[in-house]
């Protein structure tokens, strides 16, 4: 057997270099949240790129594993799909951001969503979610659980007397987004979880159109939040990434599920992700103002039909959204006043905003849903989930909404 000696080890568990309270605000926490003085004292986090950690003997890798056993490996691990530092500061700056005991990264947010349903519900369970959500995320409930024994039962966003009738007694989790996709309906969180806690099952909010900044769902006693860091927490459109925050215990049992499902990140896009993450505050807060603007311009403008934002009172949730929401975000939907061809010539006139799919980037981006999300339905189909041919789903950047206004001007002269 070899010879041990693990007093030659370095500590496994760094030095605090800044206070882990969340009592800062959310932009200090964007920048420093959960942050540890690492070896080299950089002031960025080292990325640690690495699939396989080594052990210098066999005492080292026992008293590893018994430390493991009793769950106080100090963030030590020795398999890439366990654990990665880089990702361990993201998670904490995440976990942080969202007033959670903890975090979980995932390789993209479908990966979370798809991973915490399967590890938190049993055969024969059911699922209760509203409309007007992700529609991956329905598909994937409609389809992968339903093969699984897992029912799914989908009732309208804004109907609490329904989501309540909706639980039957093998219903386990209440799932949920806020805002939603396309329409930014915005989900009375208060409501929502009371109904949970008084049914004694679990809820899980999807906030990614809200981030952290525009609303923290676990301080209305929500149980976890699932974000698409892809979108604003990423915002710069360089990566894939998913998330989810709550209750240690429950974000223990994901971590132990991520190791069978393998759905993780990678630590150089654990890197990208803090490096966006760092501004954070300051691009949601520029959205969220050219957002508002936008609304504004596009409401009072003769080409346009109608405008969804929950920052406008004409929004059916404008009264939900401005009790619980500090920002309303940087998405705006519209229908314009002609068809899907006009529609298109609108979308092709526009100078800034680039044509593809996704949201929260510095990159003001366009997309006609008719015409992708929704491209393999047909118009008949499409109506049936509420796409019309004339709906435009605006996702603002960074840039100056003065500039943003004058193109949007001019391309509704083009319809
Ligand atoms: C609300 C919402 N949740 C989840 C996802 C999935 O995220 P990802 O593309 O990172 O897998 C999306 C993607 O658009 C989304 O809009």
Redesign the pocket.
């Known amino acids: 057997m070899a010879t041990t000696n693990s007093s030659k080890r370095e500590p496994l568990t760094p030095t605090l270099a800044v206070d882990q309270t969340s009592s800062k605000g959310p932009s200090t926490l964007a920048v420093h949240g959960g942050r540890q003085r690492n070896p080299y004292q950089s002031v960025p986090e080292p990325v640690v790129q690495a699939a396989t950690y080594a052990f210098e003997n066999t005492a080292d890798l026992t008293s590893f594993m018994e430390a493991r056993l009793w769950g106080n490996a100090g963030g030590r691990t020795e398999y890439g799909r366990y654990g990665n530092p880089t990702i361990s500061a993201v998670e904490k700056r995440l976990a942080q951001l969202d007033g959670a005991e903890d975090a979980i990264l995932f390789a993209?947010?479908?990966?979370a969503?798809t991973s915490v349903l399967i590890a938190m519900l049993p055969t024969g369970a059911n699922l209760v979610i509203t409309d007007d959500?992700?529609r991956?995320?329905r598909e994937f409930c409609n389809t992968f659980l339903k093969r699984l024994g897992i029912s799914c039962t989908v009732v309208p966003m804004g109907d609490y007397d329904a989501l309540e009738s909706a639980i039957q007694p093998n219903t386990r989790l209440l799932l949920s987004?806020s805002p939603t996709?396309p329409y930014l309906r915005t989900l009375d969180m208060v409501r929502f979880s009371e109904i949970a806690k008084k049914h004694k099952i679990k809820s899980i909010i999807?906030a990614?159109?809200a981030t952290p900044l525009n609303i923290q769902p676990l301080a209305y006693g929500v149980d976890l939040v699932?974000h698409?860091?892809?979108?604003y927490l990423g915002g710069h459109n360089d990566l894939?990434?998913?998330v989810v925050t709550g209750e240690a215990g429950l974000i223990v049992s994901l971590r132990n599920a991520l190791g069978v499902l393998g759905g993780v990140s990678d630590p150089s896009n654990a890197a990208l992700l803090l490096r966006g993450l760092k501004t954070l505050a300051l691009r949601v807060d520029k959205q969220n103002q050219n957002g508002q603007a936008i609304a504004e311009f596009l409401e009072g403008h003769p080409s346009i039909e109608r405008v969804w934002y929950p920052g406008l009172p004409s929004h059916p949730d404008h009264e939900i959204a401005k009790g619980q929401m500090s920002g309303f975000g940087g998405v705006v939907s519209l229908t314009v006043k002609g068809d899907l061809e006009a529609t298109s010539r609108f979308i092709d006139a526009l100078q800034i905003p680039l044509i593809a799919?996704?949201?929260g980037g510095v990159e003001s981006l366009v997309e006609q849903p008719a015409l992708m999300s929704f491209f393999e339905l047909s118009t008949e189909e499409r109506l049936g989930v509420g796409i019309s041919d004339n709906l435009v789903r605006l996702s603002l950047g960074i840039e100056d909404a003065g500039d943003l206004i004058a193109d949007l001007d001019q391309a509704l002269a083009q319809i």
Request: proline residues 0%; charged residues 15%; contains cysteine.
């Open positions: 993209s947010g479908m990966a969503i959500c992700y991956r995320t987004e996709n999807d990614t159109f699932v698409s860091a892809t979108k894939l990434a998913g799919a996704s949201f």
